[in-house]
Nanobody, 119 residues
């Protein structure tokens, strides 16, 4: 079982910045994937950024160059630094973790945090 809790969401003007945090109950170093997804009203959930086993994080096309994901394994926390925010970034942001346990990949989600960008 992995419990994820997001924080840091809120209301910000276009062009501003926010930093989201995701605290994990399990060591982030032990996770296969850890990252962020978002879902806007009436839209499907989409990838924002994820740290996998490869050398570099993966980002959704719409956030490349503006968002940065990082991980602090000492604090078991993953961050999403969001700069140059746009109204289209308005969504509920969810932390997601995947871990291989007993030969099967299990997936966990946090409850989400609302980000609202005003124009």
């Amino acid at each position: 079982q992995v419990r994820l809790v997001e924080s840091g969401g809120g209301l910000v003007q276009a062009g501003g910045s926010l930093r989201l945090s995701c605290a994990s109950s399990r060591s982030t170093a032990s996770l296969n994937d850890i990252g962020w997804y978002r879902q806007a009203p009436g839209k499907q959930r989409e990838l924002v950024a994820v740290i996998r086993s490869g050398p570099s994080p993966n980002y959704g096309d719409s956030v490349k160059g503006r968002f940065t994901i990082s991980r602090d394994n000492a604090k078991n926390t993953v961050y999403l630094q969001m700069n140059s925010l746009k109204p289209d970034d308005t969504a509920v942001y969810y932390c997601n973790a995947k871990i291989l346990i007993f030969g099967g990949l299990r997936e966990y989600w946090g409850p989400g945090t609302q980000v609202t960008v005003s124009s």
